[in-house]
T-cell receptor, first 115, second 108 residues
Framework: EPEVTQTPSHQVTQMGQEVILRCVPI?????FYWYRQILGQKVEFLVS????????KSEIFDDQFSVERPDGSNFTLKIRSTKLEDSAMYFC?????????????FGSGTRLTVV | GIQVEQSPPDLILQEGANSTLRCNFS?????LQWFHQNPWGQLINLFY???GTKQNGRLSATTVATERYSLLYISSSQTTDSGVYFC??????????FGDGTTLTVKP
């Protein structure tokens, strides 16, 4: 079964540093998403991306965050200057068509720890 | 936005028992998925079930879209079933909204 691959699985960074979280969505999917989950809390939507642009973003997704699809296979989330409260599990997801009528496929997540 | 409520918030079972988890949502949806989050934090997709009933081994799910709820059934529970179960819904397009989850603990 096709998978969404996320790297690294765990990243530790110092406050104020830039981090880039990487995702390889399923190859024929067209819609890409990032979610985050602060420890012990629910999964929250960050941003959706289609046709090389952001289609929707939450209020969490402020100027410190950016997304990019630098080539035909990768989808990245960049945090410019990390804060302690950015510590969370970050999930990438992809879907084949808009409005995930056939469901999202989620990656296994990147645990980001900001110290 | 759409509201998603899951119940119960916590559930403790003895191995071998059956359980039912519920997900209520406030608006019409085209997508509903059940996930199991394992102890390593990974989200494992259990069912894509915007309507109807599906079964996969000891797990089954039913969504009654007209009444805006979904149920996840776990039969003959095992310790490996422990973890958090999330329901996630999406309307016609765009993002999914997750519920707060049900934390299941299965004791040997």
């Amino acid at each position: 079964e096709p998978e969404v691959t996320q790297t690294p699985s765990h990243q530790v960074t110092q406050m104020g540093q830039e981090v880039i979280l990487r995702c390889v969505p399923i190859s024929n999917h067209l819609y890409f998403y990032w979610y985050r989950q602060i420890l012990g809390q629910k999964v929250e939507f960050l941003v959706s991306f289609y046709n090389n642009e952001i289609s929707e973003k939450s209020e969490i997704f402020d100027d410190q965050f950016s997304v990019e699809r630098p080539d035909g296979s990768n989808f990245t989330l960049k945090i410019r200057s990390t804060k302690l409260e950015d510590s969370a599990m970050y999930f990438c997801a992809s879907s084949a068509i808009k409005g995930p009528r056939y469901g999202y496929t989620f990656g296994s997540g990147t645990r980001l720890t900001v110290v | 936005g759409i509201q998603v409520e899951q119940s119960p918030p916590d559930l403790i079972l003895q191995e071998g028992a059956n359980s039912t988890l519920r997900c209520n949502f406030s608006d019409s949806v085209n997508n509903l998925q059940w996930f199991h989050q394992n102890p390593w934090g990974q989200l494992i997709n259990l069912f894509y079930i915007p309507s109807g009933t599906k079964q996969n081994g000891r797990l089954s799910a039913t969504t009654v879209a007209t009444e805006r709820y979904s149920l996840l059934y776990i039969s003959s529970s095992q310790t490996t079933d422990s973890g958090v179960y999330f329901c996630a819904v999406a309307p016609n397009a765009g993002k999914s909204t997750f519920g707060d989850g049900t934390t299941l603990t299965v004791k040997p």
